[in-house]
């Protein structure tokens, strides 16, 4: 069996799908070891999976996304914090390497440096990408303000003229300090975006169509596995057992984006209503809101034994939680805050699953109307749990790094 490193930037996000590719692989035998957030590494180490932190310096360098409303911003400053972090995960990966001696590694796609090292390297590598790719297509918009696929003459001169715009940006800010890195580690200069994300030998990307957009050019590194699913163990809480209304799920960010506002939201437009609310607020302190009789908020709660019995959700569009709802047939109504998910949310608008309803018309009447409309739409919800269980999850991600990484034949659970 083979040696398996893995790297992934700081963020929960990224680490849990992370972590059902790597429990999969350690269960068909493999030895697999990640570098990951430092407040973590105890919890990977429980179930198994050998850890150690990232080095502090990428821990250190946070995002301030949150801090615009400007899609356009909110991306350019992304950029600059994986530029940014790119300086020190590349070292670290090299580092862990030495130590590890492994035979194939997996990468997350946010770790630019880590990226570059792997390819560097020379040894059989894959990314990890688990939010909405933002590789040029002809049959996809450019990446980050959410907007619809162009179906007509006019939608594609309007991505012809937006791509060096929004793409052009980011590229600016991106490609210098990229290629410096790159330079000193003997590969050819980045283009763009393309080069990046399109360099690994192998992308498992961690969703599906119809949610994902059908793209004739989708290149042929990339494989979609769908969702990869994994949550911390954890007992249902004791009062929910108590509850026999239907559930509506709220969702916020693990990683700081001031997005309490949705649930504040959400608990002032069900107050009244026939459903009960379980938000979850890892970021914030539920103690700081008023909270109705039908409502609970509390920092974590397993989002699974929620949406078991959930008639929706309502996520900030975050890719894990809102794919997490539709895996189980749970329409959605996503209200993006930044990052990738104006991305995120759109595709729940066109896959017809649920509600688009952007952060700045967030109100308490719109949102109990989207509610209303989003649970009208669970069979487009369904249709899209079907194609995710088609493609396969965690054991085909992990027959992918055999078949395609290891050259080897894949090979079941032990």
């Known amino acids: 069996m083979a040696r398996i490193l893995v790297y ?26 990640v570098r990951t957030l430092a407040s973590d590494v105890d919890l990977v180490r429980d ?10 310096r990428v821990e250190a360098i ?19 914090m994986f530029t940014e972090r790119a300086q020190f995960d590349g ?22 440096g880590a990226m570059t090292e792997a390819e560097a390297w020379g040894g059989p590598w894959a990314a990890l990408f688990p939010y909405p790719m933002p590789l040029d297509s002809v049959d996809a918009p450019p990446f980050g303000p959410g907007l619809r696929p162009a179906r007509s003459v006019l939608g594609r001169a309007r991505d012809k003229l937006l791509r060096p715009v929004i793409v052009g940006t980011m590229e600016k800010i991106m490609t210098p300090g990229m290629n410096e890195l790159r330079a000193a580690r003997g590969l050819a200069p980045l283009r763009g975006v393309n080069d990046l994300f399109g360099a690994p030998p192998l992308t498992l990307y961690t969703t599906a169509e119809p949610f994902e957009y059908h793209r004739r050019d989708l290149p042929a590194n990339v494989l979609m596995v769908g969702p990869l699913e ?33 649930v504040r ?77 104006s991305e995120v949310a759109r595709r729940v608008e066109v896959a017809g699953a649920g509600v688009r309803l952007p952060a700045r018309r967030l109100r308490a009447d719109r949102l ?12 487009g919800a369904r249709r899209i749990a079907t194609a995710y269980r088609s493609a396969g999850g965690a054991p ?9 990484l290891l050259r080897v034949a894949p090979t079941s659970r032990a």
């Open 230 to 262: 994994w949550e911390p163990p954890s007992p249902p809480p004791a009062w929910l057992a108590d509850v026999e209304a239907p559930l509506v799920l709220v969702t916020t960010s693990t990683d700081y984006q001031a997005d309490t506002a949705l």
């Open 265 to 341: 939201t959400a608990l002032e437009a069900l107050a009244d209503s026939d459903v009960h609310v379980v938000a979850t607020l890892p970021s914030d302190d539920p103690a700081t809101l008023a909270v109705p009789t039908n409502a609970h908020v509390e920092r974590f709660v397993p989002h699974s034994v929620v949406l078991d019995r959930a008639v929706c959700a309502i996520t900030h569009g975050g890719m894990g939680g809102t794919q997490k709802a539709l895996a189980r047939g749970v329409p959605v109504i996503a209200v993006p805050f930044g990052r990738d998910q």
């Open 47 to 56: 179930h198994g999976v050998a850890a150690a932190a990232v080095d502090p």
């Open 396 to 404: 085909a991600a992990a027959d992918a790094v055999e078949s395609r």
């Open 91 to 112: 070292e670290d990966l090299r580092a862990a390497i030495a130590q590890e001696k492994p035979d194939a590694l997996v990468v997350d796609v946010n770790s630019w």
């Open 8 to 33: 992934t930037s700081p963020a929960r996000g990224h680490l849990f799908p992370m972590m059902a590719l790597m429990l999969e692989l350690t269960a068909r035998g493999h030895e697999v070891s």
């Open 62 to 80: 946070a995002g301030d996304d949150w801090k615009t409303t400007n899609p356009r911003e909110a991306l350019k400053s992304a950029v600059r």
């Open 368 to 379: 109990a109307e989207a509610v209303r409309v989003a649970r009208s739409r669970a069979e």
